[in-house]
């Protein structure tokens, strides 16, 4: 439920809160993806994916879910926010972030989950539903972006 004063002031988000698990998944290629659980431990897992490429995840991307109810994960994309090598580019596909997303889905023992994403997040949803339509159980899709080879 959205906090009282947060709806006097026209705030529309759920209110802060921190992470209860920070941690980081091995993912080859030399690259280390950052992770982060908050919300509801034993609630309906959420993924956030963040735009970019190049963008990271951010305290108040949490505040898009209801934590009572949900499991919320965020993580940083290869070379993005805290996930390392920064910057990196090498082995840096999109088959390599879809792959990525499923074996942090594996490592966190999610079944399905809720896709959250924006930008080229929501470009990555799109692929990754594609390729696993058995483990999402729906998408959310914000400022939705197509890349093309031109």
């Known amino acids: 439920m959205v906090a009282?004063?947060?709806?006097?002031s026209g705030e529309v988000l759920y209110p802060a809160i921190e992470p209860y698990r920070k941690d980081s998944l091995e993912v080859g290629g030399g690259?280390?993806?950052h992770?982060?659980?908050s919300g509801n431990p034993a609630g309906f897992p959420a993924l956030f994916i963040h735009g970019g490429p190049g963008s990271r995840t951010r305290p108040a991307h949490r505040r898009f879910f209801d934590p009572a109810y949900y499991r919320i994960v965020l993580f940083d994309q290869r070379g993005c926010g805290q996930s390392t090598p920064?910057?990196?580019?090498?082995?840096?596909t999109?088959?390599?972030l879809l792959a990525d997303i499923e074996q942090l889905r594996h490592h966190l023992g999610v079944d399905r989950w809720l896709l959250?994403?924006?930008?080229?997040g929501s470009t990555l949803s799109l692929a990754y539903a594609i390729a696993h339509a058995d483990r999402v159980a729906g998408m959310v899709l914000r400022?939705?972006?197509f890349g093309s080879a031109a």
């Open 4 to 8: 009282d004063q947060n709806q006097a």
């Open 31 to 33: 690259h280390r993806v």
């Open 35 to 37: 992770f982060e659980e």
């Open 86 to 92: 920064a910057g990196s580019i090498s082995e840096n």
């Open 94 to 96: 999109t088959a390599h």
């Open 116 to 120: 959250f994403g924006g930008s080229w």
């Open 143 to 145: 400022g939705v972006f």
